[in-house]
């Protein structure tokens, strides 16, 4: 895929005034780029007695790649390029460094190295500046939009890809269609699949989904949704919701624990009321947890498993929260979609996001733990808040349709599920966006 990216152009303009190509400038694409990193990194690796070293502060650390940010790479222009890669320590910190390229394709060279975020939180952000240049500013500085927040209203295109591997036997797929809802409305633009395929519903929490069968002919097939989005910024609501009290129920990764009994008792005892409560419960996710996507058994949204090894993603930190809250008498629940970067108006999307609802007085508290952590300065902002720039897929765990996975319910659902003769089977995703920048608001 190329991509066309004018992210942090200008941003090192001395450097780039110094470039003295020579030659056809040649045509780059985003293979090219991540090559280029992998490469550096494999060959700093190798020099480092199987750890990529890099200086951090007083430190010297020792660091292992995770992954490289594929939405985010970037051509700056003629031979300057941009990455973005996880790098993690021996125990476990995860480091989202920011490295600048120079060169051709296959002979790229790194340029400037500079560590972004520590275990999801950032040392500084990127502004866009009028003449679309970026700069770096501090955290403290940053206004909501660049620490990702559009209060109000906002309006975009949301592209789901998903390419098929290779398949020997017929498979089936199970992915979210976005429903309207008081908060976003959703409008189908276009389904393009292969296989047959057909609309489900899913009746305990309201979700859609789109059903595929598929054969070994459809292997390496794209498919690719589009949807045109109008979004608003969430506060507490009330709903027709009659019993909220099913939000109290256990589910297979969110269990009644006793563990989470004791745990959230000890948090909120002495304090009066469930919101209360339920603040204490956030502030103690926040205290307990580290954001990592580091490791094995992350990103399930097990609650066991974030409460004993105390770090994870999104679906971890509020997997945890909805336990600690039921186990204390306060209806809670799960929804899936992805954020919105708020500081550029298009491109990809670093993957899916999830956040939660505590019920409360007659009235439903949205809250974004992760995100809270990420950035004190807006812990009290998703204590109430989801900002206008996400989109909802789906919500709701342990999902029920017919004909469902051999697996069994769904656990969540914003990735496809997919099963080739009934075996589930990794499929490779993208999310990207273009903001209709005269509705934002």
């Not at 000890?266 to 469930?274: A, E, M």
């Not at 209806?331 to 899936?336: D, E, Y």
């Amino acid at each position: 895929m190329v991509v066309v990216c004018t992210l942090l152009v200008g941003c090192d303009t001395s450097r780039q005034d110094k470039q003295d190509p020579s030659g056809p400038v040649p045509n780059v694409v985003t293979k090219d780029i991540q090559d280029g990193i992998e490469k550096h990194i494999d060959e700093q690796t190798s020099l480092g007695q199987g750890y990529f070293r890099l200086s951090f502060g007083q430190t010297k650390l020792r660091l292992k790649l995770v992954r490289v940010h594929t939405e985010y790479l970037a051509n700056l222009g003629p031979r300057r390029y941009f990455a973005c890669v996880d790098l993690a320590s021996r125990d476990g910190d995860v480091y989202d460094v920011d490295f600048f390229l120079a060169g051709d394709p296959g002979a790229m060279t790194v340029t400037e190295t500079t560590v972004h975020k520590t275990n999801g939180q950032p040392l500084y952000l990127w502004e866009q500046k009028r003449d679309n240049t970026w700069r770096r500013v501090p955290v403290k500085n940053a206004a909501p939009e660049l620490l990702g927040v559009i209060s109000g209203r906002d309006q975009f295109e949301f592209i789901y890809r998903a390419k098929l591997p290779e398949m020997t036997e017929t498979a089936r797929m199970w992915i979210p269609i976005p429903t309207t809802d008081s908060f976003q409305t959703v409008e189908i633009k276009s389904i393009k699949v292969p296989g047959e395929s057909k609309i489900l519903q899913e009746n305990e929490h309201g979700n859609k989904v789109l059903f595929l069968t598929l054969g070994p002919q459809d292997s390496g097939k794209t498919i690719e949704l589009r949807f045109d989005v109008q979004r608003v910024e969430k506060a507490v609501y009330q709903e027709q919701e009659s019993a909220p009290d099913k939000y109290l129920a256990p589910e297979r990764l969110v269990p009644a624990d006793e563990k989470f009994r004791s745990i959230a008792e000890q948090v909120v005892l002495d304090k009066k009321g469930d919101l209360v409560r339920a603040r204490a419960l956030y502030d103690h996710v926040i205290d307990r947890m580290r954001y990592m996507k580091f490791g094995s058994g992350w990103g399930k949204g097990d609650a066991v498993y974030a409460c004993d090894i105390r770090t994870g993603n999104c679906t971890d930190f509020h997997s945890y929260f909805i336990a600690l809250c039921r186990a204390v008498g306060i209806p809670a629940r799960f929804a899936i979609g992805a954020a919105i970067p708020s500081e550029r108006n298009s491109g990809g999307i670093d993957g899916y996001h999830c956040w939660a609802e505590f019920y409360t007085d007659g009235r439903w508290w949205p809250v974004d733990i992760s995100e809270g952590d990420k950035c004190s300065s807006l812990s009290t902002y998703f204590f109430g808040h989801h900002p206008a720039n996400r989109i909802e897929l789906s919500r709701g765990r342990d999902l029920v349709v017919e004909p469902g996975p051999a697996s069994g319910p769904i656990n969540f659902l914003a990735y496809p599920v997919l099963e080739v003769g009934k075996k589930p089977t990794n499929v490779k995703v993208e999310f990207s966006f273009n903001r209709n920048t005269s509705r934002k608001l």
